[in-house]
């Protein structure tokens, strides 16, 4: 996806969309930091032309990057007011739960409804229910554990998600 995104960003460096789900993929690919220019930072700039929804959406992705985890949450949650069912303001809401809430004092597992309504939304979303599992490692509830570990090896793992998939098994 990442390949994709940088060719559509390259065919049209005002494509807004393009620098923001480029930002999206880079993260998910382990390598935010790999590109000589800051692909949120450029969807921001061209933002003028999109939905107020999909300009809230890059707000809050780029508020989560700089580690304000205050605004993030905030914008996701009026993206939600408006659009109870868009998934990826669930998604993302529920990753800066988990990823920030340790550094403000709060538990992860305040992400737990968020992971919950991704995966309601998006059963086969890995991320949301690798989230989930770790919750519930960290709960200790190996039931769950064990039940949401069981929908990860439908989804057909890489190597990599494995490895992380057995790791906390262990």
Do not use: C
Not at 3 to 20: G, Q, V, W
Not at 59 to 83: D, G, H, K, T, V
Not at 101 to 112: D, K, V, W
Request: proline share 5%; aromatic share 10%.
């Amino acid at each position: 996806a990442a390949d994709a995104f940088t060719r559509a960003a390259e065919a049209d460096s005002t494509f807004a969309l393009a620098h923001y789900r480029l930002a999206l993929s880079m993260l998910w690919a382990d390598v935010p930091h790999t590109l000589p220019f800051q692909p949120e930072q450029r969807a921001l700039r061209h933002s003028v032309k999109l939905s107020a929804h999909d300009r809230d959406l890059i707000r809050a992705f780029i508020a989560w990057r700089n580690a304000n985890a205050e605004a993030a949450q905030l914008i996701y949650r009026q993206i939600l007011s408006m659009y109870p069912d868009d998934v990826e303001a669930w998604h993302q809401l529920a990753e800066t739960l988990f990823h920030y809430n340790p550094l403000r004092g709060r538990a992860s597992a305040e992400a737990q409804h968020a992971f919950e309504r991704t995966s309601q939304l998006d059963p086969a979303n890995w991320s949301a229910l690798w989230h989930r599992a770790l919750i519930a490692a960290a709960a200790r509830d190996w039931d769950e554990f064990d039940e949401l570990v069981a929908r990860l090896q439908t989804l057909r793992p890489g190597p990599e998600q494995s490895l992380e998939v057995l790791a906390v098994r262990a």
